[in-house]
């Protein structure tokens, strides 16, 4: 069982593990007042405390995924709903270079509803 979010990024195999390196870079470098946490045994990215996005593996897909919380908010015609009633998520193919445009946009547009 892992019981850390660092022994989850180590645990986890290339190209994923390099891949979730990277988006947890990303994603904390967009705004000072967001942090990762272990909540519900995944590594979380929180935004004032509240719960903002997190890094998961497709069980279908086998591609590792942003989550969105509140992606049912957000219009993009890369983000998926499957069956979630709030959260969307963005798959991601770490065999390619990751899409930063896609990926800043989205996130950005996501941090919008925990600003106001």
Not at 13 to 36: G, M, T
Not at 87 to 96: Q, R, T
Request: hydrophobic share 40%; net charge positive.
């Amino acid at each position: 069982m892992i019981e850390s979010l660092e022994e989850f990024y180590l645990r986890q195999e290339e190209p994923v593990k390099s891949c979730f390196y990277a988006l947890r870079s990303i994603i904390l470098s967009l705004d000072k007042n967001l942090n990762d946490a272990w909540k519900y045994g995944m590594p979380f990215f929180c935004y004032n405390k509240k719960m903002f996005c997190y890094l998961w593996v497709h069980k279908k897909h086998k591609l590792p995924y942003i989550g969105i919380v509140e992606g049912k908010k957000i219009k993009h015609p890369d983000l998926i709903a499957e069956k979630r009633s709030r959260m969307k998520i963005l798959l991601i193919d770490p065999e390619k270079d990751l899409p930063l445009e896609t990926i800043n946009a989205i996130l950005k547009q996501a941090l919008i509803f925990y600003k106001n």
